[in-house]
């Protein structure tokens, strides 16, 4: 613990964009280049010239200019942080920016949810510290709790340096699956398959690819613990579909947890646009940064291709679905209309983001996840639909009172990935697989697993096929409004 007592006297709210005024004269003189790290991928956009050095919040339009607060109040709430597991690799610097915000509203979350609490004691987990919050970090204190998220060691000397050393069951068993896919897709290449083989033909599609691009060949996969690995489970690609709604599941992979979440990997129909991409099933290489780039009103946090994008192929046949006859044109194929950037191969624009409350599908090609629910690391579902925004309408500002809505179980997982990342890590692996895979490798210690949970969530039995398990997990995290309340959640 450190030696400081963290926040003992309040004279204000504390949100993002506040400085300790002994440490606004430095970020002043640093706050280009802080403001750059950042911010580099809007940097140099004429529209964001007057905004590029303030602070993006949630709520429309909310840019939050750097400002000073009295003390060392932020300096004490990074310390706290720290010390009791939810800020493990940040610089304690006297400023509240985005890495202080993901820590602090993962504190407010895990007391809701880990501890029990639930929001009618905590409130949403709403990025700012004020009597509530502060009562319960001085429970923290007094108590000396550690967050069971956090890492399991640290480097006192050096808390850059951090690890956790305990994966848990089910992180090990989708591992397992994950490397048992590589190399079923491995053997195929190097053995052959029927020459109608459509997995054959989309690896070899990918390997004979020549371009620089974010998705990796099949001998690139790396599934190794360190990394942060998110998975997207794509259901019924091949089905026709008019509306396309938000039926796969996402499983995220780090630090040795499980947590799932659902959305969509397949673009939603627009009788306006033809040709929609659909990622090509593979590891792909992204990094933290921001969607709605466009937009200066609603750019928010999302993960992008790493470099030069990623691949796609397209429902060149308009039937709403991605159908061999589309695969088959292959990666390189192009229409016959005058060339069109959006349409080559790699594709910079296939972001992860936020799909609203998950009611409907947003994605125009991009993979997308819901805000209404969550399956945290302990198999229980957890309940965000008190506070999950239905649209960037009814976003509220953290830089001001009244915060109701967030992006509830995206800001939990865009939070998660920031906050735990170590100061190594700018990269996260996303791999996409469909419904067959998880059939294929997951073993019966898994299933039973997933059948377990499945149980406790719905209180009723599921049965234990991985299709089925799916379409449960799906259809309850979708109706989470009205299912038993977990009195956790």
Same mark, same amino acid.
């Given at each position: 613990?450190?030696?400081?007592?963290?926040?003992?006297?309040?004279?204000?709210?504390?949100?993002?964009?506040?400085?300790?005024?002994?440490?606004?004269?430095?970020?002043?003189?640093?706050?280009?280049?802080?403001?750059?790290?950042?911010?580099?991928?809007?940097?140099?956009?004429?529209?964001?010239?007057?905004?590029?050095?303030?602070?993006?919040?949630?709520?429309?339009?909310?840019?939050?200019?750097?400002?000073?607060?009295?003390?060392?109040?932020?300096?004490?709430?990074?310390?706290?942080?720290?010390?009791?597991?939810?800020?493990?690799?940040?610089?304690?610097?006297?400023?509240?920016?985005?890495?202080?915000?993901?820590?602090?509203?993962?504190?407010?979350?895990?007391?809701?949810?880990?501890?029990?609490?639930?929001?009618?004691?905590?409130?949403?987990?709403?990025?700012?510290?004020?009597?509530?919050?502060?009562?319960?970090?001085?429970?923290?204190?007094?108590?000396?709790?550690?967050?069971?998220?956090?890492?399991?060691?640290?480097?006192?000397?050096?808390?850059?340096?951090?690890?956790?050393?305990?994966?848990?069951?089910?992180?090990?068993?989708?591992?397992?699956?994950?490397?048992?896919?590589?190399?079923?897709?491995?053997?195929?290449?190097?053995?052959?398959?029927?020459?109608?083989?459509?997995?054959?033909?989309?690896?070899?599609?990918?390997?004979?690819?020549?371009?620089?691009?974010?998705?990796?060949?099949?001998?690139?996969?790396?599934?190794?613990?360190?990394?942060?690995?998110?998975?997207?489970?794509?259901?019924?690609?091949?089905?026709?579909?008019?509306?396309?709604?938000?039926?796969?599941?996402?499983?995220?992979?780090?630090?040795?947890?499980?947590?799932?979440?659902?959305?969509?990997?397949?673009?939603?129909?627009?009788?306006?646009?033809?040709?929609?991409?659909?990622?090509?099933?593979?590891?792909?290489?992204?990094?933290?940064?921001?969607?709605?780039?466009?937009?200066?009103?609603?750019?928010?946090?999302?993960?992008?291709?790493?470099?030069?994008?990623?691949?796609?192929?397209?429902?060149?046949?308009?039937?709403?679905?991605?159908?061999?006859?589309?695969?088959?044109?292959?990666?390189?194929?192009?229409?016959?209309?005058?060339?069109?950037?959006?349409?080559?191969?790699?594709?910079?624009?296939?972001?992860?983001?936020?799909?609203?409350?998950?009611?409907?599908?947003?994605?125009?090609?991009?993979?997308?996840?819901?805000?209404?629910?969550?399956?945290?690391?302990?198999?229980?579902?957890?309940?965000?639909?008190? @506070? #999950?925004? *239905? %649209?960037?309408?009814? !976003?509220?500002?953290?830089?001001?009172?009244?915060? $109701?809505?967030?992006?509830? /179980?995206?800001?939990?997982?865009?939070?998660?990935?920031?906050?735990?990342?170590?100061?190594?890590?700018?990269?996260?692996?996303?791999?996409?697989?469909?419904?067959?895979?998880?059939?294929? @490798? #997951?073993? *019966? %210690?898994?299933?039973? !697993?997933?059948?377990?949970?499945?149980?406790?969530? $719905?209180?009723?039995?599921? /049965?234990?096929?991985?299709?089925?398990?799916?379409?449960?997990?799906?259809?309850?995290?979708?109706?989470?409004?009205?299912?038993?309340?977990?009195?956790?959640?």
């Amino acid at each position: 613990m450190s030696e400081t007592n963290p926040i003992l006297h309040l004279s204000e709210v504390l949100h993002l964009g506040m400085i300790d005024e002994d440490s606004f004269d430095q970020f002043q003189s640093d706050k280009e280049a802080y403001f750059r790290k950042y911010h580099e991928l809007f940097w140099d956009t004429p529209a964001y010239k007057s905004k590029r050095m303030h602070f993006r919040g949630e709520g429309a339009n909310e840019w939050v200019e750097p400002r000073t607060t009295k003390g060392n109040n932020i300096r004490n709430l990074q310390a706290f942080l720290q010390d009791h597991g939810f800020m493990p690799g940040a610089r304690l610097d006297g400023v509240f920016g985005y890495w202080t915000l993901a820590s602090l509203r993962l504190f407010q979350e895990y007391i809701r949810t880990i501890e029990g609490l639930g929001v009618e004691e905590t409130g949403m987990p709403d990025g700012r510290v004020w009597k509530n919050t502060h009562k319960h970090m001085m429970r923290w204190r007094d108590n000396k709790l550690y967050s069971t998220w956090g890492p399991n060691e640290v480097n006192k000397d050096k808390p850059s340096e951090f690890k956790w050393t305990k994966p848990s069951k089910e992180f090990e068993l989708w591992m397992k699956v994950l490397n048992k896919s590589k190399e079923r897709c491995q053997r195929v290449l190097d053995k052959g398959a029927a020459k109608d083989d459509l997995l054959l033909f989309q690896l070899q599609d990918l390997e004979n690819y020549d371009q620089d691009t974010d998705s990796r060949k099949v001998s690139e996969w790396m599934y190794n613990r360190e990394e942060i690995h998110l998975i997207g489970i794509r259901r019924k690609q091949e089905q026709s579909s008019r509306v396309r709604g938000n039926d796969d599941l996402f499983v995220l992979l780090m630090n040795g947890m499980v947590f799932k979440f659902w959305g969509s990997t397949d673009p939603h129909p627009d009788k306006s646009k033809k040709q929609e991409p659909y990622l090509i099933e593979g590891q792909h290489k992204y990094k933290l940064a921001w969607h709605k780039v466009s937009n200066s009103q609603r750019i928010y946090k999302a993960l992008r291709p790493y470099g030069p994008g990623v691949l796609v192929y397209r429902d060149w046949s308009g039937r709403d679905a991605l159908s061999e006859e589309d695969i088959r044109k292959g990666l390189s194929h192009n229409s016959s209309r005058p060339r069109d950037e959006k349409l080559d191969n790699p594709n910079t624009l296939i972001n992860i983001h936020w799909t609203f409350d998950g009611f409907t599908n947003w994605s125009a090609g991009c993979q997308v996840i819901s805000g209404r629910s969550y399956i945290n690391n302990e198999g229980r579902l957890i309940n965000c639909s008190t @506070f #999950s925004a *239905a %649209s960037y309408d009814t !976003l509220s500002s953290v830089s001001k009172k009244g915060v $109701r809505r967030n992006r509830g /179980a995206y800001t939990f997982i865009s939070d998660f990935i920031l906050a735990y990342s170590s100061t190594e890590t700018d990269h996260v692996l996303y791999t996409l697989c469909n419904d067959e895979v998880i059939n294929h @490798f #997951s073993d *019966a %210690s898994l299933q039973s !697993l997933l059948a377990f949970q499945s149980l406790d969530i $719905r209180d009723q039995f599921v /049965a234990a096929d991985d299709r089925g398990l799916l379409a449960g997990f799906i259809s309850q995290m979708r109706k989470s409004k009205n299912v038993k309340k977990d009195p956790k959640a």
